[in-house]
C-alpha cells in the first residue's frame, strides 16, 4: 500500500535549520510529484513546495522562498525539505504528500491523494 512517512521534525531555535524526509513506498516514486505542507495550530494546511517526477522542477510558496529547498532521491524513495532561518512562525506540524504534477496540483489538498502522519516542527528560544 502506499506510504509516507515523515521524520525530521523537532524543537530548534530561531534562525536555526533542519532537514525533513519523506520516505515513500508502494507505488512507482519517480512517476509522481511530492509536495510538503504545513499546519499550525487553529490555521488552515498550507502548501509549501512541491517537486515535480520531470526534470525535478521545483515550487515554493513566497513566504519561504530563499529559505526553503525541496530536493529528491529516486534511488532512496525520499523527498526533503531543507528549511533555513527558521522563524516562531514556522512552527507547525509539517505534511508530505503525493500528486500527479505540481503544476496541477497548484497546493490544492484536494489534488495530493496519499499524504503521510505529519512531523512536528516547534521554533522557540
Known amino acids: 500500500q502506499v506510504q509516507l512517512v515523515e521524520s525530521g521534525g523537532t524543537l530548534v531555535q530561531p534562525g536555526g535549520s533542519l532537514r525533513l524526509s519523506c520516505a515513500a513506498s508502494?507505488?512507482?516514486?519517480?512517476?509522481?510529484?511530492i509536495g510538503w505542507f504545513r499546519q499550525a495550530p487553529g490555521k488552515e494546511r498550507e502548501g509549501l513546495s512541491c517537486?515535480?517526477?520531470?526534470?525535478?522542477?521545483?515550487y515554493y510558496r513566497d513566504s519561504v522562498k530563499g529559505r526553503f529547498t525541496i530536493s529528491r532521491d529516486n534511488a532512496k524513495n525520499t523527498v526533503y525539505l531543507q528549511m533555513n532561518s527558521l522563524k516562531p512562525e514556522d512552527t507547525a506540524v509539517y505534511y508530505c504528500?503525493?500528486?500527479?504534477?505540481?503544476?496541477?496540483?497548484?497546493?490544492?489538498?484536494?489534488?495530493?491523494?496519499?499524504w503521510g502522519q505529519g512531523t512536528q516542527v516547534t521554533v522557540s528560544s
Open positions: 504528500a503525493r500528486t500527479q504534477a505540481c503544476e496541477y496540483s497548484d497546493f490544492e489538498t484536494t489534488r495530493y491523494d496519499y
Open positions: 508502494g507505488f512507482t516514486f519517480r512517476n509522481y510529484a
Open positions: 517537486i515535480s517526477s520531470i526534470r525535478d522542477s521545483t
